[in-house]
T-cell receptor, first 114, second 110 residues
């Protein structure tokens, strides 16, 4: 079946602009996660959604970052007023539950802020 | 999903030999650990997992060992193949949130 998909695969934006990154999880997966992979910080957790519960936003680095998940499926990660340090690969994952469930990752969106 | 480097340690292995990749974790309360493989341009891919009530688990050509006393995890790959060349990450799963180690670059030489 189809895996996790992300779009765009690459995004170049100017400093100060807003960007939206999209994630389509595996159909039926109730949990969705966003991670960031960067030179300075490695792979780090940003936010996750589980069903209708309030999202766990504990990994978001600043209030410029936000995410939403509509209808329990597609998610959008928004970065406002982008900075050069936001340049990274943004990875989305989904799983059929939280806790001891395998997370399936998408290919990521490479964001470059110039 | 290309892995970007933090001066990743590199393990160079000859094809056919066994590989051992090590990982230290920090949280003694962690109860679920996973190994991921990441190839260039792709997202991390699940390899094998282990819960804290076990000290060893085997999969196809892979074995994970967990030593809770010294908070150490290792991944053994038997008969390493060229397709095993990738960056390998260990991760602690804390109720869904994965905390990743820095990663190890494995290079398989002919």
């Amino acid at each position: 079946g189809a895996g996790v998909s992300q779009s765009p695969s690459n995004k170049v934006t100017e400093k100060g602009k807003d960007v939206e990154l999209r994630c389509d999880p595996i159909s039926g997966h109730t949990a969705l996660y966003w991670y960031r992979q960067s030179l300075g910080q490695g792979l780090e957790f940003l936010i996750y959604f589980q069903g209708n519960s309030a999202p766990d936003k504990s990994g978001l680095p600043s209030d410029r970052f936000s995410a939403e998940r509509t209808g329990g499926s597609v998610s959008t990660l928004t970065i406002q007023r982008t900075q050069q340090e936001d340049s990274a690969v943004y990875l989305c994952a989904s799983s059929s539950g939280t806790g001891f469930y395998e997370q399936y990752f998408g290919p990521g969106t490479r964001l470059t802020v110039t | 999903g290309e892995s970007v480097g933090l001066h990743l340690p590199t393990l160079s292995v000859q094809e056919g030999d066994n590989s051992i990749i090590n990982c230290a974790y920090s949280n003694s309360a962690s109860d679920y650990f996973i190994w991921y493989k990441q190839e260039s341009g792709k997202g991390p891919q699940f390899i094998i997992d282990i819960r804290s009530n076990m000290d060893k688990r085997q999969g196809q050509r892979v074995t994970v060992l967990l030593n809770k006393t010294v908070k150490h995890l290792s991944l053994q790959i038997a008969a390493t193949q060229p397709g095993d060349s990738a960056v390998y990450f260990c991760a602690e799963n804390s109720w869904g949130k994965l905390q990743f180690g820095a990663g190890t670059q494995v290079v398989v030489t002919p």
